[in-house]
Nanobody
Framework: QVRLVESGGGLVRAGGSLRLSCAAS????????MGWYRQAPGKQRELVAS???????NYADSVKGRFTISRDDAKNAVYLQMNSLKPEDTANYYC?????????????WGQGTQVTVSS
């Protein structure tokens, strides 16, 4: 069973920065796309940013120019650098990975890490 472990959330003032990390547990698998989603109270989970195995990235309009997604395949890890944070970025952030294992592709989720931006 693959596990995704997130870290890096916390409380920050508006205008500040945070860096989220997510690493997959070791095992016999390869990773396709990876991404970060967020869910604020009372709202649906939404895609924040994604990155393919080839390094192509995609961002939600609300974070373009402020957030940067990257990955380190040697560490089975994905990162989200968040700059110029706004109170509306407050949410629980989830890591997602499409993992190839035993001939199939499975979607895995992390447990979530809380990001709170104060005004």
């Amino acid at each position: 069973q693959v596990r995704l472990v997130e870290s890096g959330g916390g409380l920050v003032r508006a205008g500040g920065s945070l860096r989220l990390s997510c690493a997959a547990s070791e095992g016999a698998f390869s990773i396709n796309a990876m991404g970060w989603y967020r869910q604020a109270p009372g709202k649906q989970r939404e895609l924040v940013a994604s990155i393919t195995s080839g390094g192509s990235t995609n961002y939600a309009d609300s974070v373009k120019g402020r957030f940067t997604i990257s990955r380190d395949d040697a560490k089975n890890a994905v990162y989200l650098q968040m700059n110029s944070l706004k109170p509306e970025d407050t949410a629980n952030y989830y890591c997602n990975a499409a993992i190839n294992q035993r001939g199939f592709t499975w979607a895995y989720w992390g447990q979530g890490t809380q990001v709170t931006v104060s005004s």
